[in-house]
């Protein structure tokens, strides 16, 4: 009997032990209820529930990432080329009555035709002098232009050397840079061809130009010599100097206003030296014409020389005239 009640008290034991096992065995394992097996990913959870979204969002952040770049490229593009434009003016020509010019030529291919008509008094007993003056400007090529003058004294046709022609050449050497301002040459021929007309003249100006404010203010220098060969005038003078200084100022995109002052030389051995101011708009009212106005007046004070005058141009132009460089 004690044999029997050991084995079943040893077979109660080894079942017990079974049952534990069996029971921490399910406890451990994981079960449906709570979910799969975890797994290891780098990938969000929002982009491994919805792969669209995910390369959706992929794709804007680079996106968004290089419009940023440009945008911060464009600013530093557009602030260099304000720098460049404060640094330099585009230039344009002045081509009102006024004697001051710029160093800028006429633009390639293009073909002025001026047509000037001035009046001037002096306080020395003579007649007042009335002239008409044709002028024609050709950009040739690049920095290159022709100028072509005949001017016709109105009511002196008798008068020696009237109705003469100039040929003139213009030569940019360099635009305006940063600290240097434009520089270019002008040369002009005097030929014996008006009434009873003698000798050959020759000028040579220099035209400096600066922009105080790009495309609005420029100052310009003038200086000039010139060689008076012919006898034209009694008692003239053969070397002859001068400057002009002055200024231009765009009240409007096409309205510019011009002040110069002149010191020269008088034509005539034994004379001072003659001041002269000017003030004259140039006005465009069309895209290839405009009217020039000028007023001169002679700060001396005395009888010798004019000491009031105005003018008036009017001037058309053709664009895409044959040129060379264009």
């Not at 080894?14 to 049952?19: A, E, K, P």
């Not at 050959?200 to 600066?210: F, I």
């Not at 008692?235 to 001068?242: E, K, N, S, T």
């Not at 309205?255 to 101011?277: C, F, K, P, V, W």
Request: aromatic letters at 10%; a negative charge; charged letters at 20%.
């Amino acid at each position: 009997m004690r044999p029997m009640l050991s084995s079943i008290r040893v077979g109660v034991i080894v079942l017990s032990g079974c049952l534990l096992l069996g029971t921490s065995a399910q406890a451990h394992e994981p079960s449906q209820e709570r979910g799969q097996p975890l797994e290891l990913s780098l990938t969000p959870p929002s982009a491994s529930a919805n792969p669209a979204v995910s390369q959706q969002a992929t794709r804007e952040l680079p996106s968004f990432s290089l419009a940023a770049m440009e945008q911060e490229e464009a600013t530093m593009t557009s602030t260099r080329v304000e720098s460049r434009s404060a640094a330099t003016s585009e230039g344009w020509d002045i081509w009102g009555p006024v004697r001051m010019r710029s160093a800028d030529p006429e633009p390639t291919g293009e073909l002025e035709i001026k047509n000037i008509f001035d009046y001037s008094t002096s306080s020395d007993s003579t007649d007042d002098d009335f002239e008409y003056e044709l002028e024609i400007e050709w950009g040739i090529a690049p920095n290159h232009e022709l100028i072509f003058e005949i001017p016709v004294e109105i009511g002196d046709g008798g008068i020696n050397g009237n109705v003469d022609i100039t040929l003139g050449w213009h030569w940019r050497l360099w635009e305006e840079q940063a600290i240097l301002p434009a520089f270019a040459l002008r040369n002009y021929v005097r030929i014996p061809s008006g009434y009873h007309s003698s000798g050959v003249d020759y000028e040579l100006r220099g035209l400096m130009t600066k922009s105080i404010i790009p495309d609005q203010l420029r100052l310009h220098l003038n200086p000039f010599l010139k060689s008076v060969n012919g006898h034209n005038e009694e008692d003239h003078r053969y070397f002859q100097w001068g400057f002009i200084v002055g200024a231009d100022y765009r009240l409007a995109e096409n309205l510019a206003l011009n002040m110069d002052y002149i010191h020269e030389t008088s034509d005539t051995e034994g004379e001072r030296n003659q001041h002269t101011m000017e003030v004259g708009l140039d006005w465009h009212f069309a895209p290839n014409q405009g009217l020039g106005f000028v007023t001169r007046a002679g700060i001396d004070g005395d009888s010798i020389g004019e000491n009031f005058g105005f003018g008036i141009s009017y001037v058309y132009s053709f664009d895409n005239f044959p040129a060379f460089g264009k």
